[in-house]
Nanobody
């Protein structure tokens, strides 16, 4: 079994931008729906975005729509999350997840998870 690994988390000032990356050494991402979730201290895990393997379309939560963009790089076998106009409320651990079905906002639908990367947005 391969390993999902997130990278790119950092401390950034409000209004700034950051790009996270999800990589997998044992899977071909083109065959999977890839999602990003996040969890802030004291809060439940929250759906952020996903990109579907079936249709290729993307979905975004209302809280990030218009600011975040998810994309695939087939050659590199990675999925990136570009985050713009960051707010302190975006502070959380961000997780990459994968499953073989269509796009879903439910974390229980995803079979494979990374360990997360910390994003902190200061005001």
């Amino acid at each position: 079994q391969g390993h999902l690994v997130e990278s790119g988390g950092a401390l950034v000032q409000a209004g700034g931008s950051l790009t996270l990356s999800c990589a997998d050494s044992g899977r071909t991402f083109a065959s999977y729906t890839i999602a990003w979730f996040r969890q802030a201290p004291g809060k439940e895990r929250e759906f952020v975005t996903c990109i579907s393997s079936g249709s290729g379309i993307t979905y975004y939560s209302d809280s990030v729509k218009g600011r975040f963009t998810v994309s695939r790089d087939i050659a590199k076998n990675t999925v990136s999350l570009r985050m713009n106009a960051l707010k302190p409320e975006d502070t959380a651990v961000y997780y990459c997840a994968a499953h073989q079905g269509t796009g879903s906002r439910w974390d229980t639908d995803y079979n494979y998870w990374g360990q997360g990367t910390q994003v902190t947005v200061s005001s």
